[in-house]
């Protein structure tokens, strides 16, 4: 896991060793073990790279590297799971190593495949820029979930391309102007979207796609996988023997964890109690040689805290664990380093205790893996199970009846709602006491009058629906907001969801979160369920099997009850979120005040925010979301401004 950087020009004239090095400092967090700098004999070709050195801690794993015949330069981000199997078939064909690095096996995969044929066989996550010289091509390859970053810009004739923004402006040498596309979506969903960014011109690799550069050119990125081919080739292999895929899923994940828990550095695992990162974490304490390493942090509000439930499902599998708990205050201290964290506009408030644990497992190890992926593989989100029990009773009345039920559920302030809930514990069953219900029938009620299922899967996510009710100037909103994938006509309405998930939050929410935050501190986080390996099996499995007695991930809880016994990870679903409401009403209203406020009023209409903050100050509605995008967007650009 590492940072890379690279400029590749049309024109005569040699690439300026100083800004290849400028642009690598710029990545310093993300390989805190060393820096290489290349650039091609005829000077049109550099590259940079920091290492955080994970396999092969030697310098015959140091980048960038030049394969053995000199044809290919390459700098890369990421880890190849299934790279000993690949060292040796190429080897049974005459291939020779010096160091024992997945580096060192793709560029001999170059060599011995070509570039597409290496990429298809490669099983893990990265992000990669290889130079062909003998045909003076650049290519950018990104992994098939999107797990590594990619950004690239094209001007005038000369390709830069970086892990993060950030050292593209120090190529620049100014800011680029902010996109008006962009800008609406990332108000509307929290983050920026691919192929976007939040600048003009520079854009985001999308997730399975290759981009060619020769002679100044760009082509257009080309996919070399595909969520839809998935999804339809899943639901033509259905599997319709469940103890069959419970006993395949299981062997299956053995195995991906195994590869997942190679490394030559100390390795633990994030664990929140939950049934993804308790199933990781079962796996890896039964195919590891000891006990894991686990980590995670806690609130004193039990409203926000999974602290207990990891240290049960710790303590059942004789893991090593370490759990912290943090202060309101200790949480807010993060606020101000997020700009720099995360590198581009983010409003996942989830990005704080992530970017804690990450710090805290640090600490002792510099792997960790996490089970980010199975709520969107296995059936996880709340909002799955509404769309499979209501959504399709919800259409057969009409919308102006739908409209009227949402304005009942939404008189009555989230807090009221949860002030009922809290009374009717006594009586209710504990699968019917969700965590936070006033915010989430306030959400049931913002997405009841939607027309089609992808416009309820908008709204579900969206934090500012139409947000060109705060922005100063709608021009751009829309246009950077993406059309549903086109699948089969027979895939259910679920599994709709889950896909779209898959192509967008997953990529451009979960995975950004979880790659900055830990790369910010130099830890490399594996996501063992999103091999593409564990997707398209995933993909096979009935959804009858995911969703059961109103739950999802039904065959996932039967796998993890191999491990852990049911009643220490069977309870509502909480998520990883902070009280970011209340706290704009307590400790940050002073400072979320005079941020709102005095911001710039370039880009907001600062008195339709001054609006929704009062409404959210009296309690009527919750707005902490939204506001925190523009907050959020307000402590980036001020930030951004300081990098040139």
């Not at 981000?77 to 299934?82: A, P």
């Not at 049931?444 to 629906?465: D, G, I, K, N």
């Not at 016994?565 to 309870?571: S, V, Y």
């Not at 940050?588 to 005040?593: D, E, F, I, T, Y």
Request: proline letters at 6%.
């Amino acid at each position: 896991m590492c940072g890379i950087i690279g400029i590749v020009g049309s024109k005569a004239g040699r690439i300026d060793r100083q800004i290849l090095v400028q642009m690598t400092n710029a990545l310093a967090h993300r390989g805190p073990d060393g820096d290489g700098h290349w650039i091609s004999d005829d000077g049109r070709a550099g590259f940079g790279h920091r290492r955080l050195s994970i396999i092969d801690l030697s310098s015959a794993g140091a980048q960038p590297m030049i394969s053995a015949s000199g044809r290919y330069a390459l700098t890369y981000n990421g880890e190849i799971y299934n790279y000993r199997d690949l060292r040796r078939e190429l080897e049974a064909k005459g291939h020779q190593f010096n160091g024992h690095s997945d580096t060192e096996v793709i560029l001999a995969g170059f060599e011995h495949w070509g570039i597409d044929e290496t990429i298809s066989r490669c099983a893990g996550m990265f992000a990669l820029a290889v130079w062909d010289r003998r045909h003076h091509t650049l290519v950018l390859v990104r992994d098939r979930l999107g797990i590594k970053p990619l950004y690239y810009s094209v001007v005038n004739g000369t390709l830069i391309f970086a892990s993060e923004l950030r050292p593209i402006v120090v190529q620049r040498g100014e800011l680029p102007a902010v996109s008006p596309p962009a800008l609406s979506e990332y108000l509307r969903l929290g983050y920026v979207p691919a192929p976007f960014s939040i600048f003009e011109g520079v854009y985001k690799l999308p997730a399975a796609t290759t981009l060619r550069f020769r002679d100044g050119h760009a082509g257009e990125p080309t996919a070399y996988w595909s969520i839809p081919e998935v999804v339809a080739r899943g639901m033509s292999r259905q599997r319709p023997n469940e103890e069959e895929v419970l006993e395949e899923l299981d062997q299956r994940l053995r195995g991906i964890v195994a590869e997942h828990m190679i490394s030559d550095v100390p390795l633990g695992a994030f664990l929140s109690g939950g049934i993804d990162s308790s199933s990781v974490t079962a796996i890896m304490q039964a195919v590891g040689g000891g006990a894991t390493k686990t980590f995670s942090i806690g609130f004193h509000d039990p409203s926000y805290n999974e602290a207990p439930y990891a240290a049960d499902v710790a303590k059942h599998l004789q893991t090593d664990h370490t759990e912290l708990y943090v202060s309101d205050a200790d949480a807010m201290a993060v606020i101000p380093s997020l700009p720099d964290i995360y590198d581009e506009p983010f409003a996942d408030i989830s990005q704080i205790p992530t970017f804690l644990v990450s710090k805290l497992a640090r600490q002792q190890v510099t792997v960790a893996l996490s089970g980010d992926g199975g709520d969107e593989l296995f059936g996880g989100y709340n909002r799955y199970l509404f769309v499979a029990d209501y959504w399709k009773r919800l259409t057969r009345f009409p919308h102006a009846l739908r409209r009227m039920a949402a304005s009942g559920l939404s008189s009555a302030s989230p807090a009221s709602w949860d002030a009922a809930f809290r009374a009717l514990s006594y009586v209710l069953p504990p699968h019917l006491q969700p965590a936070l219900p006033g915010q989430k029938i306030h959400k049931v009620a913002s997405v009841l009058a939607s027309s089609t299922l992808y416009e309820l899967q908008s709204r579900l996510v969206s934090q500012w629906a139409n947000p060109e009710t705060v922005l100063v100037s709608s021009d751009g909103v829309g246009l950077a907001r993406s059309a549903p994938l086109a699948l089969a006509p027979d895939v259910p309405a679920t599994a709709e969801q889950m896909a779209w998930d898959m192509s967008t939050y997953l990529v451009d929410d979960i995975l950004t979160k979880v790659d900055r935050a830990s790369m910010r501190v130099g830890l490399e986080a594996r996501v063992p369920l999103l091999d593409h390996r564990m997707v398209e099996f995933a993909w096979e499995i009935p959804i009858s099997f995911k969703f059961r007695n109103h739950s999802g991930k039904y065959i996932l809880r039967r796998l993890l009850e191999r491990y852990v016994p049911r009643e220490l990870f069977e309870r509502p679903k909480m998520g990883f979120g902070i009280p970011l409401d209340s706290w704009l009403r307590g400790p940050l209203k002073g400072w979320a005040s005079d941020c709102l406020s005095s911001g710039n009023d370039e880009f907001f209409d600062r008195q339709a925010i001054g609006d929704n903050w009062q409404q959210h100050q009296v309690g009527r509605v919750n707005r902490g979301g939204q506001l925190w995008t523009v907050l959020m967007f307000d402590l980036w650009l001020e930030r951004a401004r300081q990098w040139v």
